[in-house]
Structure formats: structure tokens, C-alpha cells
């Protein structure tokens, strides 16, 4: 990942105090007269009806409208709570306002900035509250238990009936608050965050926030034009937790939470559970609710039949935003499960999807854990858009970022006014290489926010898989970080403890609760276990991660290496093609050639190889066969699969003019996509190829020491011992009758991928087609076939 610096987003505008009425008290039911609909005028009856024979007598009485009667005073409000509802720094304000059994009636105090008057209504009677002052209402009615009323607020030029926020009960129950605060919520989006629903019989919203070092918090947002003087919200004993349920509001509002610091400061925060967001650079929170119908059962049924190792896992890289610049979520929907499909990968991987205010960081820097980005449209688009991947065959994995996140001050930065989701300790918050803040995966909410969001994707959006970004950054307290500016951990070790434990959790986690999902880890060292399970200890002493596939950054990092050396050095570096069988068993590994590898200087792909333009795309034919040919799973980002000349561009995307026709050059490219398609084709259909990926008797060497002559030959196996024959040459020249060993069980050999093909581009040289075996030894093995070896080339057989 690389990662970049952002712009602070900025907050709402503030309504001026001179308003006359909150956007809240709009959205109830106003008082207005009923006009009956005007309509055409009936035809004239045929025959003219008698009159009748008596006229109905007019009612006696009229109805008269509720009467207002005087109420006495309320007793004073406490100063205390005054100054504090003002201030908005009270815990507790559905203690003061609302309506409460007092020793001569029911007292009942609100909080009405701008308003005239106040009345409620209640059993046909209204009364109206007496001004107290800064904005305060009250009065002492006459009952003896508190009724079910409403409020009556007149404004200068309006009148609104409104139910009151505060006579409502907790919306969230005992079990809940439990859960949160022993950081075991696994839904905790469904307890956090912003709720319409249904509360008392009342439609509404739920809101609710930890902030455990909050004063006060209050909601702000349109339905209260950005003052949330009239909305402080509760405090729910000593989980942090603060909730208020406000009535007449729902989706596509936009909030944030008003929060008072220890120091009375105050701040206005998105919401960390945001589902929804306004689109960058615009920061507030939308409430929002799905009523998204899925038509993926079939694909969900089907998910959890064969483990991600053990299955083919062809994976496309895809950053939505670039793959066609400006479309959305629904029009990606519309094209892109059709591309992947026609190339035959197995998954689609996009980079981070989550809220980022930051285009240039490619997602990888999050405010928004739990929105997708609404760059490219609504959650329920983004839904829409994993429906129509799964519809088509094709899973869904996503970039996910729990390593880090920036300092914008309307989001996770001292949430609360003192570090919350970073660690307390500046040396342990401050990432040293991105400008970002670490989270503190010893604290259980925080530990539970990132558990629950990983959950949260994979069960809301149906998301298959999670690829974990920068692990290695989490898992070393030394990462990037001299001598002196870390502390070892309890054991006098570099690990980092926390992390390792949260790693471990959030794995078991969503391995327990969703079926045939897999997680991914971008780890870059030699960490022990990262795809061993978490109950079993290696030698480090540590349990497993849990992680079910990881990327081989040695493997992409020595192979392409080699690749980039002109032929005729090549036999200098055979090891860097070779080394990675050494270790390709200690991990569940995925080859990355990913976003990283074609940005910043490094070259696309085939500008990484050697020589004039034939043999740059001769070559990258011929690696693209040997990986897929490789141990471990594969993964390809957009470009790369038709030979993009330039470095990807998060603005300008992949150049698709390359496989214009009418373009000059259009073969060249046309001829490397069509061998991506049948390398998937042939991948798909041979289970050699995955079905042993992580069994050292799925791979045997033919000949792996060949460096004079810059060949590769080794051979895959089924579980049923069916073989797969790969054979590169790297060398720019033709070798012909180049013997090799083979089993002596196999009559004959026939070809199913030749990259050298013309339809490919390449010079067309073949040999005999099937090669039988001949009775004569090579390489320790009792018979052998004689190739012609096409240049730069990689060439699979299958048994005939």
C-alpha cells in the first residue's frame, strides 16, 4: 500500500442564532387547514330528485378545539442542570426535561430555543409551559400520573406539533450496553451509530456514540440547522455510551455529534459508525436504512463448499474509482461482473471501498469504517454491485485497513477530546511512514469496532473476503522505528502483543460467523503462523494469526527481479526464479502482482521487461504462464492483463484505447488479454493447479537447476495424481529437442497453452503435438520427451 497525505475535511455551517425553528420541528405534522380537492363538475342527473321530505336539523353543539388551561409553575430548574443543559455538558438531561411525577401533578420542562411559547397537549387539554428563560418551558400539570402528550411549539411566523425526545425510554437494552463494554459486540453497528426505527409506538431516530472522556455530547445536524442546544443526548452508565432517540426524523438527514471535551472545548465528529456519508470533501454522516433484496443465495450456498486454498482463486485487482472513471456503483454493476467473467477470474479484488476524504491515498486511508465511499453512490448501490459480481460466479474481496488512520479533525483524532481510538503513548500512536495514527488494539471497544467492521462487511455487503492491509505494520512495535523510539513489549520482545491478539480475534471471528469467507494478509516478513490457525503454537510460541491465504511478496519481489534482467544475465539470478519452492509450504500463499508493483517509477508490468517490444510482451506471456503455473493463488491488477505501456493513474485508469481497433497496435494487446483468458480457462479446469496449492506432493522439479540455459520445468499434481506439465524457457532463442523427464505412466503428452502462439503475438514455434515418451531416463526419471522449446516462452502439458 501507499499510502498519502490528505486535506482536513471541513464541518457544517453552524445555523445563526436569529433562526426562528429547528428543521426538526419541520419534518413533524404541522397544523393546517384541509382543502377538499377540486374536481370536474358531475353531469346533471337524468331526472331532478325530490326534495326530502324533512331537512336534518343542524347538530346541536359545535365541537369546540381543545381547551387551554392555565397551569401552575413548575419548581425552578436546578442551576446546575441549567448551566449544564446550556453548556452541554449534562449526562443526564431525560432526567430534567420531559415529564416527571412531581408531589402536586406532573411537571413537565423542555428545552425550546427561538420559540414563543410551548404547550402540550394531553387527553384533549392543552397547556401551556411557562418561559423561564434561555430558551427553557415549564409547568406543573395537574395529574396524577404522567400522560402520553405531545408539544405544541409556536414559533414567530408557525406553529408544529412535535413528540417530545425526551419521554421516551433507552432504546438500547442491558444486553447491549454488556456486550460493549466487555468489547464483545459483534454487531455493534446495529447498536452504534444512527437508527431510524420504530421506539413507543413513534417513528424515528436512534443515535448513539462512545465517548467515554465526553463532557456532553449533543446531535447537530439539518434537522436542527446544525444547533444542537435542544438535543443533548444520555449517558448510559459507565460504558461510554451516549444515546438519544429523536422522533420525526429519518433517512437522508445528515448529523454529527457535538462533543464537549474534558476541557470544555468543543468538537464536531462524524460518526465513526456512520453506514453513510456526504460525498468528499463534504464530512457529515447520513442516516440511512437498507431495504436492499439480495438475489445471491445460490452464490451463498455455494460459498462454504470448498476452502479458498483448496479451490481455484484467480483474483482480478480492481480500484473501482479508475476501472472506468466516472461510473458508478450501478453502472460498474453493469459492465464489470461481465468483463471478469469473460476473462475467467475467480474474484474480483478492490482496493478500499470504505469512506476515505482523500482520493490520492486509493482508500487506504479511512474515516469511514463502516460507509462505503459515496463517491460512487449509496450502500445500497454498493450491494447492488457485489449482487451482480456473485450473480455472475465471481467473489468479492475487499481491501480492508485496520492498521491506521488520519488526523482529520472531524473524525476518529481524539475522538473525545483525549486519544481514544489511538494509543495513549505518542510513540505508539504516530505511524512513522504515513502521517497516520495507530489504533490501540489493546483497549476492548477499540479492538471491538474493528472486529465488529470486519463482520459488518462481510454480513451486510456479503463481502467473501477480507484482504488485511499493511499486517506487518501492526505486528512489530519496532516497525519502522529507530532505536529509542519503541518499547520492547512485556517479554522484552519487538512483537506487538495487542495486535497479535486483535489479528487472532477478529480472525476466529468471522471465520465463526461467516461461512466460506477467507482473509488475506499483506505481511512483507517472515512472521511465523500467519495462515496457521490460532489455537496452534509454532516455535515462536505464538498461536497461528488465522489468516487464510497471504501475499508472497518474496516470490513477487524475486521474480520480478529476474525478469527485468536482460537474458543473457539471467543464468546469474536462476535462484530468484527458484527460492521461493523453499518456503512455499510454510504459508497458504497468494502471488501478488498488485497496484503496488506498476506506480511511483516501478513500470507497469511489461515495461518491467527487458529488450525491443516483441520481446517485452514475450516475456511478461511467459511469466504470466509461469505464475499461474506456480504454487499459491494469483492475483493480477487492471492493465495489466492487456500489456499496459504506462504506470496506472488513479485519474486517468487503465488506457483502454489500447484495444481499440483502431488502433495501430491493438494486436499486441488484444493477443496478451486473450492469453490471460485461456491461462483462467486452463486454470479453472485443471485441479492440479489449485486443488494441492498448500502440499508439498502437489509440485515436484523436474529441473530447477537449468541456468545455463534459463529453463524452468516442474510438474503439478491433483489429489488424484493427475499431472500438469509447465515448462519455461527465458532465453530469447529456440531450443530444439530439449529432453526432459517425465513419469513413465503417462503414453502421451498434448499442449494446452503455448504463449509463443501467434494468436498471442508470438512467432508461432511448435512442436509435435501429443509427444510421446521414450524409454530413456533424464533427470531421475525412467523416461523422458523431447520438446521444441519456443523463446521466451512457457509452454503446459497435459496427459492426452
Known amino acids: ?111 425550546r430555543p427561538y420559540a414563543r411559547s410551548v404547550t402540550v397537549v394531553a387527553d384533549g387539554v ?66 452504534l451509530g444512527a437508527h431510524p426505527m420504530t421506539h413507543q409506538g413513534v417513528t424515528g431516530t436512534r443515535f448513539a456514540v462512545w465517548a467515554p472522556n465526553a463532557r456532553g455530547v449533543r446531535v447537530a445536524g439539518t434537522f436542527n440547522l446544525w444547533d444542537g442546544t435542544a438535543f443533548p443526548m444520555r449517558s448510559l452508565g459507565s460504558t461510554g455510551v451516549w444515546e438519544l432517540f429523536v422522533p420525526g426524523i429519518g433517512d437522508g438527514e445528515l448529523y454529527k455529534f457535538e462533543i464537549t471535551r474534558p476541557d470544555g472545548s468543543k468538537t464536531l465528529r462524524a460518526d465513526p459508525l456512520a453506514r453513510r456519508t456526504q460525498v468528499p470533501p463534504e464530512t457529515a454522516s447520513i442516516i440511512t436504512s437498507s431495504d436492499y433484496e439480495w438475489g445471491d443465495a445460490e452464490w451463498l450456498e455455494r460459498r462454504p463448499q470448498v476452502p479458498a486454498h483448496e479451490a481455484p482463486f484467480s483474483v482480478y485487482e480492481v480500484h473501482l474509482a479508475s476501472w472506468r472513471p466516472g461510473l458508478t456503483y450501478r453502472q460498474l454493476a453493469e459492465q464489470l461482473p461481465a468483463y471478469v467473467k469473460d476473462l475467467g477470474f475467480t474474484h474480483v479484488e478492490l482496493m478500499p471501498v470504505a469512506e476515505h476524504p482523500f482520493g490520492g491515498s486509493w482508500g487506504y486511508q479511512v474515516t469511514g469504517f463502516y460507509a462505503p465511499t459515496a463517491r460512487l453512490g449509496t450502500p445500497d448501490d454498493f450491494r447492488h454491485l457485489v449482487d451482480k459480481l456473485h450473480q455472475a460466479g465471481i467473489g468479492v474481496i475487499m481491501d480492508w485497513v485496520p492498521a491506521h488512520f488520519p488526523r482529520d479533525e472531524w473524525a476518529l483524532a481524539e475522538f473525545d477530546g483525549r486519544p481514544l481510538y489511538e494509543h495513549s503513548d505518542p510513540l505508539r500512536a504516530a505511524h512513522p511512514d504515513w502521517g497516520t495514527l495507530e489504533f490501540d488494539y489493546g483497549r476492548t471497544e477499540v479492538r471491538n469496532f474493528l472486529v465488529a467492521n470486519a463482520v459488518y462487511w462481510c454480513e451486510e455487503f456479503h463481502i467473501d473476503g477480507l484482504r488485511v492491509d499493511a499486517v506487518a505494520s501492526m505486528l512489530y512495535l519496532d516497525y519502522s522505528r529507530e532505536s529509542g523510539q519503541w518499547t520492547p ?24 460467523r461467516v461461512p466460506g469467507v477467507v482473509t488475506v494478509a499483506e505481511e512483507s516478513t ?21 489468516f487464510g491465504l497471504k501475499w508472497n511478496m518474496g516470490w513477487m519481489h524475486d521474480s520480478l527481479q529476474y525478469m527485468s534482467h536482460d537474458p543473457v544475465h539471467r543464468k546469474y539470478h536462476h535462484h530468484e526464479m527458484t527460492f521461493s519452492m523453499v518456503y512455499a509450504y510454510s504459508e497458504n500463499y497468494v502471488l501478488p502482482i498488485s497496484h503496488d508493483e506498476v506506480v511511483h517509477g516501478k513500470k507497469s508490468l511489461v515495461s518491467k521487461m527487458p529488450g525491443d517490444w516483441w520481446q517485452q510482451r514475450a516475456n511478461l506471456r511467459a511469466y504470466l504462464a509461469f505464475m499461474w503455473a506456480h504454487p499459491g493463488k494469483q492475483l493480477l491488477f487492471m492493465g495489466q492483463e492487456f500489456a499496459q505501456g504506462s504506470e496506472w493513474s488513479e485519474a486517468r485508469g487503465p488506457d483502454w484505447w489500447l484495444l481499440d ?38 509440485f515436484q522439479w523436474i529441473v530447477g537447476d537449468a541456468a545455463e540455459d534459463n529453463v524452468f520445468a516442474f510438474l503439478r499434481y491433483d489429489a488424484d495424481g493427475s499431472p500438469l506439465l509447465a515448462v519455461s524457457n527465458l532465453a530469447p532463442v529456440v531450443r530444439p529437442d530439449y529432453r526432459l523427464g517425465v ?58
Not at 428563560?133 to 408557525?158: H, N, Q
Not at 513489549?489 to 465463526?512: I, W
Open 1 to 111: 500500500m501507499t499510502p498519502r497525505r490528505q486535506p482536513s475535511g471541513s464541518d457544517p455551517k453552524k445555523a445563526k442564532k436569529a433562526a426562528k425553528k429547528t428543521a426538526a420541528e419541520k419534518a413533524v405534522t404541522k397544523k393546517a387547514t384541509v382543502r377538499p380537492a377540486a374536481s370536474a363538475p358531475a353531469e346533471p342527473p337524468a331526472t331532478v330528485p325530490e326534495p326530502p321530505a324533512t331537512v336534518p336539523e343542524p347538530p346541536a353543539t359545535v365541537p369546540e378545539p381543545p381547551a387551554t388551561v392555565p397551569v401552575p409553575l413548575a419548581p425552578p430548574l436546578d442551576a446546575g442542570d441549567r448551566e449544564r443543559l446550556l453548556a452541554g455538558t449534562h449526562h443526564d438531561p431525560h432526567g430534567v426535561l420531559g415529564a416527571h411525577p412531581a408531589e402536586s401533578g406532573v411537571v413537565v420542562r423542555t428545552l
Open 661 to 698: 481497433p483502431s488502433y495501430g497496435a491493438e494486436p499486441d494487446h488484444r493477443g496478451v488479454l486473450d492469453l490471460v483468458r485461456d491461462l483462467n480457462a486452463r486454470y479453472r479446469e485443471t485441479p492440479a493447479l489449485w486443488q494441492r496449492d498448500i502440499h508439498p506432493d502437489g
Open 526 to 546: 517472515a512472521w511465523d503462523g500467519v495462515t496457521r490457525a490460532t489455537h496452534h503454537k509454532g516455535p515462536s510460541g505464538f498461536g497461528g494469526l488465522g
Open 126 to 191: 392543552r397547556a401551556e409551559l411557562h418561559p423561564d428563560g434561555d430558551g427553557f418551558f415549564s409547568g406543573l400539570l395537574p395529574l396524577r400520573e404522567v400522560p402520553a402528550y405531545k408539544l405544541l411549539v409556536a414559533y414567530e411566523d408557525t406553529e408544529l406539533e412535535t413528540e417530545d425526545a425526551y419521554r421516551f425510554l433507552p432504546t438500547l437494552g442491558d444486553l447491549d450496553l454488556h456486550l460493549i463494554g466487555e468489547g464483545r459486540h459483534e454487531q455493534l453497528w446495529q447498536a
Open 743 to 800: 513419469p513413465d505412466d503417462i503414453p502421451a503428452w498434448h499442449e494446452v497453452i503455448n504463449t509463443d502462439a501467434a494468436r498471442y503475438g508470438g512467432s508461432d514455434v511448435t512442436g509435435p503435438d501429443p509427444v510421446k515418451p521414450e524409454p530413456q531416463g533424464r533427470h531421475g526419471r525412467p523416461a523422458s520427451i523431447r520438446l521444441t522449446l519456443p523463446p521466451l516462452a512457457t509452454v503446459w502439458l497435459r496427459p492426452a
Open 489 to 512: 513489549n512485556r517479554y522484552g520482545g519487538r512483537e506487538n502483543l495487542d495486535a497479535v491478539a486483535f489479528l487472532q480475534e477478529m480472525n476466529a471471528t468471522v471465520y465463526r
